[in-house]
């Protein structure tokens, strides 16, 4: 999939550009607020249901900690997985500058002729995004508990899955502009899209390079788009 690697490598190319810069200090702002808010609930509401269920000082000397130490781990996992769909939505908020960015500099004729995503359809888009990316994760939970005795089992299952997801986002993210209309599909075969989901989604897994990740695969998305010719 020579194309991927292209866009991805044009992608890098364009992170210093003043333009993307600041949205990525944008989005970057809003996630981490958005991050910060659903740790502390979170956290907050995980001790509550351990209070609520009988795990406090009355049952043992002690038990206060134990349900702060539990609930904290809970939540840090929970985190883990839920910064990539915190990201991805906020991203996809922001989707339409990115792409605008990218398309101004490198496929100007495209950008004349695309149209511009009113602010409800954005958030409309992002909040269907971020409901699918939950629940779709929440059911393969089970199936990843299961896998526990693989060992690696339940990272591949995650990265397969996100990679399904993220690619159909980062699709999304650039097309919505440029459809003739609901039928019209992608100029991107399903095997370039899970192969870029894919590599966003490994690195949205890796701490500090997944602060970029979001960015990268939507203007990656861009170049992959648009060099098929289709637009």
Known sequence: MPGVATSLLLALG???????????LKSLAVTVVLFVL?????????????????????????ADEVRGLASLFVALVG???????????????FADDV??????????????????????????????????ASFVNLAAFPFAIALL???????LLFLVVNAVLVGRELQDMVWLR???????????????????????AALLAVPFV???????????????IHRKGRT
């Open 178 to 200: 440029h459809r003739r209309d609901a039928a019209d599909p992608a100029p991107v075969s399903r095997g370039e899209r899970l192969l870029l989901g894919g590599v966003i």
């Open 14 to 24: 364009q992170l210093a550009d003043p333009r993307v810069i600041r949205i990525l």
């Open 210 to 224: 997944n602060l970029l990740a979001p960015l990268l695969g939507a203007a990656a998305s861009t170049h992959l």
């Open 149 to 155: 005795v693989t060992g690696i089992g339940p990272a």
């Open 79 to 93: 985190l883990w997985l839920a910064w990539r769909i915190v990201a991805m939505a906020v991203i996809q908020f």
């Open 38 to 62: 659903v740790a502390v609930g979170g956290w907050y509401l995980l001790d509550w249901a351990l209070a609520a269920l009988g795990l406090d000082e009355r049952l043992f000397a002690g």
């Open 99 to 132: 792409v605008q960015a990218v398309e101004q500099r490198y496929y100007p004729q495209a950008a004349a002729r695309a149209r511009d995503l009113p602010v409800r359809e954005q958030f409309s888009t992002s909040l269907k995004a971020a409901l699918r």
